[in-house]
DNA sequence: TCAGTGACTGACC
DNA sequence: GGGTCAGCCACTG
């Protein structure tokens, strides 16, 4: 990825660089908190070009269902997982396990 | 330049 | 209640 991260990139790795651990979000989540409730797919190629990045924890992003759609994207087949299970977030067949309850919220916890 | 694709979501049938 | 469709926009061939 180009180092000069426009605006909306930008704000997506803010946005992210801010979960804070044993909780997760969804794209949907950070694109509604943006202001781009319909550019989800953008987060998610936003988080594409966060891998590079150790400070966005990209693993804490997951779909709206807490379904770990973009696993395949990290490097081990269950590294995606594993960093998940690592902060106390319980993962069965790709899904997290009461995500209500580790769900973090960019409106509730930022404003 | 055009068309296809994708780590998504909400609406519709 | 599940399958399908359209919208979103950046990137690639």
Redesign the pocket.
Known sequence: ??PENKN?FQKVYEVAALIPEGRVT????I??YLG??????????A??G??SMPEVP??R?V???GLL??????DGTNL?QQLLENEGIKVVDNQIMDFEKHFWDPFKELG
């Open positions: 990825m180009k909306f969804s794209y949907g989540a694109a509604k781009a409730a319909r550019s989800a797919r953008m987060v998610g190629w988080m594409n966060a891998g990209a693993h992003v779909n709206k269902i759609t973009g696993k395949h994207h990290f995606m």
